[in-house]
Each structure stands twice: as C-alpha cells, then as structure tokens.
C-alpha cells in the first residue's frame, strides 16, 4: 500500500511539474494550490522533487554551455575584430548622415509644403463637396424668398415641400440648415395669413363690382331675348302667319302722358359691345390662389367653411334693399343687379373650382334669398303707384329671372310673384285712369259735338265706332252727333288701357288664352269699378244739372253700344276666339246700364229737390176769409220751372229712334215723379201737424194752385201720356179738395168704401185731420166776426154737422185701424 501511494504521489508530482513547466506563469496560481489541498506533507515530496527536477536542469544547462562554449569564445574573438571596422563604418555613416541631412533639408522643407499644400487641397475638396451639397438648399430657399416676394404663394409652398423632404435632410447637420427648417413653418403661416388677407380683399372687392357683373349678365340676357323675339318674329313673317298682338303691329309703350310711342327702334342705337363674362370683369386668382394654398396646407376645409359663411353675410347684405328703392327704376335696377352678380359669381366659382361651392349649396343660398327677393318686391311694389314704374320693374323682374335662369336657377316663383305685381299694375292703371276719366269728365261741355267739315266727321268716327244712317245720309254740313265729346274720349282711353294692360303680358311665357283672360279681367275692373265709380260721382256732383245728366244718359248708351267693338279689338290682339270656352266677356253693358240708371234717378232726384225749393218759398195765409182769385205765385214759378224742365227732353236729338224713345221715356217718368212729389208736398202741406187751423178761404185759394197743377198736367208737357195719366197724380188732392169745397159729407159717408164713390181717394183719416183744422179755423172766425156768434141758430147746426161727421169719421178710421 505504501509503495502505491508513494508511485502516485510520484505519477502527480511528475505531472503537476511537466504542468508548470508548459503552463503560463499566470496560470500556475490553480496548480499550485493542488499542492496544498493535498495531504499535508506532500508539498515537502513536492519541493523535494522540485530540486530534483531543477538539479537536473543545471546539468543539462551545464552540457550545453561546454558544448557551446568554443563556439562562442570564437564568436567574442571574431566580434573584437569586428569592432574595429565598425566604428569605422559608423563614422563614415555619421558623415554620410550629416551631408545627407544637410542635403534634405530643403527637400524636407519643401516636402512639408507640399504635404501643407496637399492638406488644403483635401480641405478644399471637401469643402466644394460640401458646397455643392448646399448650395441646392441655398438657392431652394433663395427661390423661396423671390416666390414670396413675387407673391406667388403656390409656387413658395411646393418649393418649401421640396426643401423639406429633398434637400434639407441631406445637409441637415449645418446650423444654417436648421434655422430654414425652423422657419419654414413661420414662412407657411405667413403665406396662409396673407392668402386669406387676399381672399378677404377679394370678397370685399366682388361686393363692391357685383354690381357691374349683374348689370353686364342682364344686359346680355336682355340682348339674347331680343334676339330671339326677332328670329321668332322673322320666323312667323317667312311663315306668313299672324303674329301675337298683330293689331298692334309694332311694339308700343306709354308715356307718362298716355301716348303710345313705337318702340321697334329702341335697340338699334345699341353699340354691340363685346360679350363680357364674370371672368373678364371680376379677378378670381385671389381665390383660386388661396384655395390651392389652404389645400396644400392640408386645412382646405377650413377654407370652404370660411368662404360659405363669408357668402353667405354677403348676401343677407345684398338682399337688404334701400329704403328708398321703390321711387325710382334704378333703385330696382341696382338691387337686381346685385343680386344678379352674386350668384353668376357664385355660378363661375361653382364650375371654375372643385367642391369649393356645391349645388347644393347655391341652390340652399338660392332659395334663402328668393324668399326674401319675393317678401322685398311684395313689399315695396305695393308703394309703387305709378304704372310706368310698376311696368319697368315687371321688365326688370322678367330679365332678372331669364339671367338666373340661363344660370340654372330656378325662377318659377318669380313668375308667379308676377301675377301678383300685375295684380299691383292694373290697381296703378286703374288709379291713373279714374284720373284721366276725371279730367274728361270735367272738360266735357255735355253737347252733342258739331262736326262743321267732313274731315271733323271722319276724325270722330276714326276715334270711336259711331254708326248712323239718318246722320250719314246727311250730305251738308255742320252736322251733330247725339254723344259728347267725353264719349270717343272714353273709348280712346279705354283702348289705351287694353294697351297698358298688354304690356305687361308680354314676355310673361303666357300662351294668347291667358294674355286674353288678362286683358279680359283687367278690362272688366277699369269698366265695372273705375269708370263705374267716376260716373257715379260725376252724377251726385251738384252742379251738374239736368241738361248734362240728359247727355250723360245718351252718352252711356253710346258707350254702351261700343261695347261689342272692345270685345273685338280684345280678341284681334290676342287672336283668341269669343267662342272659346271660359272666354271671359266684358261688363261694360251692366255698367253703363248702371250708370244710366243713377242718371235718371238722380234727374228725378233733383227735380224733387227743386220742387222742394220752390214749395218751401210757399207763404199761404191760412186764415184768410177769402181767395185771392189767383194762383200763388210760387206756384205759377214751379210750373213754369216745370214747362222750361221738360222743354229740353224735347230739343234733344231725336233722329235716331232709340235716342228718343230713351230721351221720351226718360221725360215722361220725370214729369210723372214732378207731379207726384208736387201733389204729395201739397197734401203734406195741408196736412202739416204743426199747422192747427185753416179757414175756408185758405181752402179756396189752395184749391186755385191745385187747378193750375191740373192744367199743367193736361197741357201735355212731356208728349206720350195717354189720356188723364198725368192728371191722376193730383186726383187725391181734388177729391179732398171737392169734398170741402162742396161739403158733400153725406154723399162720402153714405158711398164710402164703393167702387163707385165719387170721392174714392179721400182717406177717412186724411179727411179727418184737414175737416178738424177747418173746424176750429171756422171757430176762431167766427170768434173774430161776432162775438155772439155763438148764439146763431145756422151755427149752431153747422157745428153740429161738423162734429156728427167728426165722430162718423173717427169711426172710420177706428174701423179701418181694428
């Protein structure tokens, strides 16, 4: 056992020696501690063998330095000789050193140089390298600055785009590079702020020229139509076919004063200006400029946000008209104009930029101010009160809504707002028309017109369809015609206003049935209500007397008569049938059977009113004991009032039938109502409760004027009454006058109430009222005469009588009331 641990201790060491021997010295630290982990005097064997090992090596060394000791004595020798040649060789390299050195000198000065010289040459390759890495940045941004400059934004912000993904990166170390990348945002702010500040401009400018843009769109629009209605109207001549208002034969208007002046020539002093569009008058760059910047920005929403609200102040702004607008053409004109402008502007930035406006959004604005357009018109239309100027803001409104409408705006509501302005239009004909029938009215002299010459006569009958075969029969001259000059006046006028009324049908797109129902209607109003109106009035005047309501009356039959030529005239315009259905006829016949009516009660009404006149002068003394023997004299003045009255119904013009069966008609109603309210004045007279007592001889001189009415009424003072008719207005009055004059009061009372009673028209009551008066007047007289009268036997009995027939007739007039 101890001979087997010993060889292994031996076997170890070996191994940990040939270890240390081959291993690095910094390895050897592990090695070593083996040792000493070992059993605790295996590092004695170890050193032991370490000896061993190292005696051995001294040998070994030994051997090889005996071996190589000759060799190396011969080295030492041979190195000893050597030593000799080599100082002297290292002299002659020191002096070769010193002359090479003091030769190189200059070379290594020059050779410094050249490598100097070498190293600015890098530098300044590097440099122009650089240079040339930044020069493109330089002039990029030098190219910035004169787009800015030149106010070319567009182009600024591309070249900014460029800077910043091309050429900025590749030097983006240099500070120089950093700044530009720093203040490109601000140059973008910049940009954005001024392009709005531009658009603004823009904005404030278009409002100012928005005028002259609609002024020009209108303008050709009315140009267009003009050329169209001539083609239309060249087209219907090549056609041979009668043209829409062919009576009219050329285009008309109105002057202020009524006169209608031809208008076919109103165009041709026209210059053809050049055809000018939005574009030409109106700068856009400004919007499309800031519309491409704000979409490069990436903030075009924001841009067309802002636009819209802008248009849309605008034009709430355009729409508010002037106070003023509606007192002259151009106020309408300049409000439309405006307005025009807007929205063919609107209309070019619709087509001319992509999504910048929508349709949808024109037509939203479109329809906002339509509604206030219509509310606007409606409202200052109705101050307008002059014809003409309701007549141009018609053509104002047609051309308005043709321009819209060639820009694709919808303009039906336009149109219909138009019937109502017509409506507004013929309320302004109706008003200057009653002016002019007034005028007429007051000039007329109410005579028939004297035509002296055969040219007077054709004039009248150019002027108004009068048509007489006893007149045209007349070969000698002067001549008269039965109407008055207002007459054809009237019927001139009236034509006038189908004229006036015509204009305003025109371009209205209305086929010849609605022109002619329109002209139809408007015609009705003038006839029924205007003119109505100004004859009536013209009737109630107070100076108009009985003469110039006689000529009124034959005036409106004549008017009347002419009715039938309007209606044609009407149709010859229109080229409308009067067979057509729901053709509307015209009125005129009921109106001057209307105003014929009123003349003729008003002839009634002032004859009554004259009789008042002179009864009212009637100064009776009604106590009187006895009659004068006479009439009265306010009487006879009455009657001869009456007889000179109705002394002109028969110097009217009666060769024409109808003027005298009307004039005849007329007068005998006229002298039938004189006598009735002349009898009932008469009896209301005796009859008055203010009246208490009337004497007999008041009777007698009452019953002389009741005779002189009587012989009046059968003198025939209005020729045509059969027989007594005129006399039986009075037959009351007689009857009752009879009855006291003969004081038959026994032959009334036993015959009252027979068909064949002589005093049949005597009224219980009537007579009972005058028989009370004469009672009591009989009383005072006799009071008067004696003064013991009351004593007489004769009197006595009579007033017995009297108040026996005072109770019969009180019993009468209870009857007749029971």
Not at 57 to 64: A, N, V, W
Not at 164 to 192: A, D
């Amino acid at each position: 056992m101890a001979e087997n641990e010993m060889l292994e201790y031996i076997t170890e060491h070996e191994r940990i020696l040939q270890e240390i021997e081959s291993t690095d010295t910094a390895c050897v630290g592990p090695t070593l501690r083996s040792i000493y982990d070992d059993q605790s005097n295996a590092h004695k064997r170890f050193m032991e063998k370490l000896d061993v090992r190292i005696r051995n090596h001294d040998r070994e060394i030994e051997k090889m330095c005996n071996f190589h000791h000759q060799g190396f004595v011969d080295a030492i020798t041979e190195l000893l000789k050597v030593r000799t040649d080599a100082e002297k060789l290292m002299g002659q390299v020191t002096e070769a050193n010193r002359r090479l050195q003091e030769a190189g000198r200059e070379v290594t000065a020059q050779t410094e140089e050249v490598i100097r010289c070498r190293i600015q040459q890098r530098n300044m390759a590097t440099t122009v390298e650089k240079l040339q890495l930044c020069i493109p940045v330089l002039e990029m941004y030098s190219k910035l600055k004169e787009q800015l400059e030149s106010k070319r934004y567009y182009a600024a912000l591309k070249t900014m785009e460029l800077l910043e993904k091309v050429f900025i990166p590749r030097v983006s170390h240099y500070r120089f590079c950093q700044i530009m990348g720093e203040n490109l945002p601000h140059l973008r702010k910049e940009i954005k702020e001024i392009s709005m500040s531009d658009l603004k401009d823009f904005l404030e400018s278009i409002r100012k020229h928005s005028d002259k843009v609609g002024e020009t769109a209108m303008r050709q629009a009315q140009q267009r139509r003009t050329f169209n209605s001539a083609v239309a109207k060249q087209h219907n001549i090549g056609h041979s076919t009668k043209p829409l208002y062919s009576v009219i034969g050329h285009s008309l208007s109105h002057t202020p004063n009524g006169m209608l002046i031809n208008d076919d020539t109103a165009d041709e002093d026209e210059t053809d200006d050049e055809i000018l569009t939005a574009q030409d008058l109106v700068d856009f760059s400004p919007v499309y400029r800031c519309l491409h910047i704000y979409a490069v920005l990436g903030d075009r929403e924001t841009f067309e946000n802002y636009y819209r609200k802008q248009r849309k102040k605008q034009a709430r702004l355009v729409l508010q008209p002037q106070a003023s607008m509606h007192e002259t053409v151009e106020g309408y004109r300049r409000y439309f104009n405006q307005i025009v402008g807007f929205f063919v502007v609107e209309d070019h930035i619709l087509h001319a930029t992509q999504g910048l406006v929508t349709r949808a959004f024109t037509s939203e604005l479109w329809n906002m101010a339509l509604s206030k357009i219509i509310a606007v018109l409606r409202t200052h239309s109705s101050y307008c009160d002059d014809p003409d100027l309701v007549l141009e803001l018609k053509n104002l409104i047609v051309i308005f809504a043709d321009t819209l409408q060639d820009y694709g705006f919808t303009v039906n509501r336009l149109f219909d707002l138009l019937f109502e302005v017509r409506d507004q239009y013929n309320e302004t004909l109706l008003k200057k028309w009653a002016v002019v029938f007034r005028e007429i009215f007051e000039l007329d002299n109410y005579s028939p017109i004297p035509v002296d010459t055969e040219e007077e006569y054709n004039l009248v009958v150019s002027r108004f369809p009068f048509h007489d075969t006893d007149i045209e029969k007349q070969q000698d001259f002067p001549k008269k015609l039965p109407m008055s000059q207002s007459v054809p006046q009237i019927y001139t006028q009236v034509k006038e206003f189908i004229y006036a009324s015509l204009k305003f049908s025109e371009s209205l797109h209305r086929s010849s049935t609605e022109i002619d129902d329109m002209l139809r209607k408007s015609t009705n109003l003038l006839l029924t209500r205007t003119l109505n109106s100004c004859l009536q009035n013209l009737i109630k005047k107070p100076h108009i007397g009985l003469t110039e309501l006689v000529q009124i009356i034959i005036n409106t039959t004549h008017l009347e008569q002419a009715c039938k030529y309007l209606e044609e005239f009407i149709t010859n315009i229109t080229n409308v049938s009067p067979e057509t259905v729901h053709t509307t006829r015209l009125y005129g016949l009921s109106t001057f059977k209307d105003a014929r009516h009123s003349a003729e009660g008003e002839i009634y009404t002032k004859l009554n009113q004259k009789i008042d006149e002179f009864i009212q002068l009637a100064d009776y003394e009604w106590g009187m004991s006895e009659s004068d023997g006479r009439a009265s004299g306010y009487l006879m003045d009455l009657i001869n009032f009456l007889r000179s009255t109705f002394q002109v119904f028969t110097h009217l013009p009666n060769n024409n039938n109808d003027h005298a069966s009307m004039s005849g008609k007329v007068a005998q109603t006229a002298c039938m109502s004189a006598c009735k309210h002349l009898a009932t004045s008469l009896m209301q007279m005796l009859l008055d409760t203010e009246l208490k007592q009337i004497s007999m001889g008041a009777i007698q001189q009452f019953n002389l004027d009741v005779i002189q009415c009587e012989l009046f009424a059968s003198s025939e003072p209005v020729p045509g009454f059969q027989g007594d008719t005129l006399q039986l207005a009075f037959i009351d009055l007689r009857q009752l006058l009879d009855l006291f004059m003969v004081w038959d009061w026994s032959t009334y009372l036993a015959d009252y109430g027979q068909p064949t009673s002589k005093y049949l028209r005597v009224n219980p009551a009537t007579a009972l009222a005058l028989l009370e008066k004469v009672h009591k007047g009989m009383k005072d007289t006799s009071k008067k005469n004696n003064i013991f009268s009351q004593f007489r036997k004769n009197d006595r009995d009579k007033q017995k009588l009297i108040e026996t027939v005072v109770k019969q007739l009180r019993t009468l007039v209870n009857g007749m009331s029971s």
